[in-house]
């Protein structure tokens, strides 16, 4: 599946949980369902390394909910990329790729690298 039929069908399904439960999608409220969910990608990531107290999920599930809570806060920002008409590949592309060549360059290797 390519960004865009991504970004549709998840722009789909939090227009239809707008809908559903009478929520009004402003940018702010945007913003902040965003918040929520890195917070929640944050309790996930504490508790899948033991960083909080003990919920009593064993690997699998932590592994599961930490994956979860990462598509939540990805899919909220395509949803607000759509919604402010951001094409995320053409920012990525701008802010990131710009960089590539010059680490290729220097003869950085990912997979040699230590950090």
């Given at each position: 599946?390519?960004?865009?039929?991504?970004?549709?069908?998840?722009?789909?399904?939090?227009?239809?949980?707008?809908?559903?439960?009478?929520?009004?999608?402003?940018?702010?409220?945007?913003?902040?369902?965003?918040?929520?969910e890195?917070g929640?990608?944050?309790q996930?990531?504490?508790?899948?390394?033991?960083?909080?107290?003990?919920?009593?999920?064993?690997?699998?599930?932590?592994?599961?909910?930490?994956?979860?809570?990462?598509?939540?806060?990805?899919?909220?920002?395509?949803?607000?990329?759509?919604?402010?008409?951001?094409?995320?590949?053409?920012a990525?592309?701008?802010?990131?790729?710009?960089?590539?060549?010059?680490?290729?360059?220097?003869?950085?290797?990912?997979?040699?690298?230590?950090?």
């Amino acid at each position: 599946m390519d960004l865009g039929e991504l970004t549709r069908r998840v722009e789909y399904i939090s227009a239809g949980y707008a809908d559903l439960h009478d929520v009004a999608r402003t940018d702010e409220w945007l913003l902040l369902k965003l918040t929520e969910e890195v917070g929640e990608l944050v309790q996930a990531h504490l508790n899948s390394s033991g960083q909080s107290r003990d919920r009593g999920l064993d690997n699998d599930s932590q592994r599961r909910a930490t994956e979860d809570e990462l598509a939540d806060v990805v899919s909220m920002c395509l949803v607000y990329a759509h919604r402010q008409g951001i094409d995320v590949e053409q920012a990525i592309e701008r802010k990131w790729f710009r960089h590539e060549q010059h680490h290729r360059d220097r003869g950085f290797d990912p997979e040699t690298s230590e950090r």
